[in-house]
């Protein structure tokens, strides 16, 4: 991975490792490279506010960011967690309508900012990255259907085993001793599979009596991948 040390040489070779400007033309990268912001935030720092006007896209450098939604129930529903080089804030420039979900930072976080003209020239210019931009909405889509099964009809096991591979098979883990570290409280697990945090923590003790985890307080090792996802599917 590029280096982020400033120079215009090292935005671009990063910028060309983002989803939504893979395979882009070298001008494309070079002018995405003049266009971005760089901004930096503390830790616990919202970006947006679910409902806040949409100005530019975030292509995250640095650190984890969560997006989140008040359900109905006045419940927070985290729909996602994302790393570097993943992008997100593209869907209120789209349509020109508000922020779909809120976004906080849960460490450092460097991001580069695209504003709504460059982002909008981009896309006109360069069909590989409106193609790009589809395919990311596409895969979001496609993730968001199997979650909505995994929700209705797993039970709270199931819900957190699905959890955490999501976690694991997107990379948002850290590596300890070779083993997949997930560094979330109960309460973010548990906002993540969409139950309470006593549902989680009583998941936790059952999938550690699996063999599959071994849970300390506000981490989870997952010691056993495969057989969590032979949980996931009920053939275990
Ligand atoms: P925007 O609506 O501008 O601001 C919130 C952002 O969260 C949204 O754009 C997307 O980039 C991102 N987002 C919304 N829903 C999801 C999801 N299900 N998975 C990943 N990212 C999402």
New binding site residues.
């Given amino acids: 991975m590029a280096r982020d040390d400033g120079n215009a040489e090292s935005l671009t070779e990063f910028l060309a490792e983002v989803p939504l400007f893979r395979g882009a033309p070298d001008r494309a990268l070079t002018i995405a490279a003049t266009a971005v912001r760089r901004r930096v935030y503390e830790s616990g720092t919202t970006v ?1 506010q ?1 409902g806040d006007k ?1 100005e530019a ?1 975030y292509i995250l450098r640095q650190g984890l960011v969560k ?1 989140s939604k008040i359900d109905l129930g006045g419940h927070e529903k985290t ?2 967690i ?1 790393q570097p080089p993943e ?7 789209l349509g020109e ?7 906080l930072t849960l460490n450092e976080v460097t991001a580069y900012l695209l504003f709504n003209d460059d982002f909008r020239k981009l896309l006109s210019d360069y069909p590989s990255i409106s193609l790009n931009l589809t395919t990311t909405l596409a895969s ?1 889509l496609r ?2 259907d199997d979650e909505s099964q995994i929700l209705s009809y797993k039970d709270a096991q199931g819900r957190v085993a699905y959890v955490l591979l999501r976690l694991y098979r997107g990379g948002v883990v850290d590596l300890e001793d070779d083993r997949a570290l997930v560094r979330l409280t109960h309460q973010e697990l548990a906002s993540l599979a969409g139950t309470s945090r006593e549902t989680v923590t009583r998941a936790l003790k059952a999938l550690e009596a699996e063999g599959v985890i071994e849970t300390r307080p506000k981490e989870v090792f997952i010691t056993d991948a495969e057989a969590l996802a032979e949980i996931l599917h009920g053939v275990r």
């Fill in positions: 947006f679910e949409g896209l997006l729909l996602a994302l992008f997100f804030g593209e869907m209120a420039l309508s508000t922020r779909s979900a809120t976004a979001r993730g968001m």
